[in-house]
């Protein structure tokens, strides 16, 4: 072997250094520099915050855009790295995920042809792993300037459709910064939950194609910003910056893995003087969650959408679980059409995450009245019921305070028998509908009959009997619950019946 013979092979991984180097942050300091004057960081620096320490396996990273008919190949190797898509497997607390971030310092992070061959390939090989995939989308949509592919409308490229069927098998979690439109937009639309930072925007057509459809001239920050968003339940978590979105993805993915033995939690005694005395009294029930819950493991989900039902993913007593519960302090807990659409997301996402849920109980049932029948109730109140009855993963119920009405029914997936266990705080009263209405429905004919005065005096007295026999304890005596509770129970007995549910 000559001399020349043996140095091809370090000429050759010269080359490979040379040209992963151009594939990475450091080979553009002009551009980083820009992004960090913004205050937000790189698609590279968010990625490599995200996952394990040299866990990431990436993939195609030396493509370029398909532009090679307009620009020279040199220019395209330095200009457009990986065709500003990154992505490849990695591990996120030793757990396997697919993680895929457009990047914003290529061409906007806008979607490209060999971009999309990419994102096919990478969600596939995601779909036969079932493996969590976490997306940073951030984006203008797709790009109109490439050249080398014989296409004309483009529209049988396979990423949406691959996105969209990989939650039949894995969790999908988008991370939404900066300006997400088009299909951008749609990749974090599809995905289970949507984490943004609080200079979002996200659009199904961005500013050009708005304009282009001659339907005016608006600024990116006009389109679809994050706090409208979050109010109309688009966004899931609304988090300080990147660092704290990614770090809601580490929360989320860690719930996804194996429990721990138990956990801790705040004393459980002080659950027995959560309610307000007055059972009139509207308290906020997220402090209560938060003590049955393991300690800092409660993450709020659409917090600003549907306030009158909260949900959340937490920890108890170290497993996994989702968390429903009805928000007295809006619309007294009653459900509305947005609230019974959040419920039903949110447990078909926890039966396909195949995450118990735990439904805390307080409502005077679903909103009604002409206004509310406005909004669609009777779709989405249906939708809600059918959620809950098509769960298989386990579901227990517990009624704090009331329980009336088709709306208890619904947070208890049809019937009070449909969870593995109900059980109810000993103040809380069950029944077809609220106490004082059922009163003057009922006794409306001798009610009539009498003046107002003596109407109001009986009313009054005929409630309070029908309260007695609304009680808890004569609600169990009739087994249409499993059993009535000390509130401070509340957290092993719930923790007890998932444990021996678990396969």
Known sequence: ??????????QGLEELLAR????????????????????????????????????LVEYGRFITAAQEQRRP????????????????????????????SY?????????????????????????????????????GGGRPGDTDYPIVSALDVGSFGLWAQLGEVAPRIAVVSGRCFAGNAVIAGCADLRIATPEANLGMAGPAMIAGGGLG???????????????????????????????AVRRILALLGPAPASGQAADQAELRTTLPANDREAFDVRPLVETLADTDSVLWLREAWAPELVTALARLDGQPVGILANQSIREAGALTAAASAKAADFLELCERWRIPVVSLVDTPGFMVGPEAERTGLVREASRMVTAGARLTVPLVGVVL???????????????????LLTVAWPTAHLGPMGLEGAVRLSMAKELAALSEAEREAEVARSTELFREQAKALNVAKAFEIDDVIDPAETRAVVSATIRRAAP
């Open 1 to 10: 072997m000559t001399s020349e013979e043996s140095q091809q092979p370090a």
């Open 20 to 55: 992963r180097f151009l594939t990475t942050d450091a080979a553009r300091p002009e551009r980083v520099a820009r992004r960090h004057a913004t205050g937000r960081r790189t698609a590279r620096e968010n990625v490599t915050d995200l996952v394990d320490a040299g866990s």
């Open 73 to 100: 190949l040199a220019e395209l190797v330095v200009e457009t790295p990986a065709d500003g898509l990154i992505g490849g497997t990695a591990t996120v607390g030793g757990r396997p995920v697919m993680v895929l």
């Open 103 to 139: 990047d914003y310092l290529v061409m906007a992070g806008t979607q490209g042809m060999r971009g999309h061959r990419k994102s096919d390939r990478l969600i596939e090989t995601a779909h036969r792993m079932r493996m969590p995939t976490v997306f940073f989308t951030e984006g």
């Open 217 to 247: 001239q608006f600024a990116p920050e006009e389109i679809g910003p994050v706090a409208e968003q979050a109010a109309t339940g688009v966004i899931d978590v609304l988090a300080d910056d990147e660092a704290e979105a990614v770090e």
């Open 401 to 419: 305070r009331r329980g009336y009405g088709l709306g208890a029914q619904a947070m208890l997936g049809g019937s009070t028998h449909r969870p």
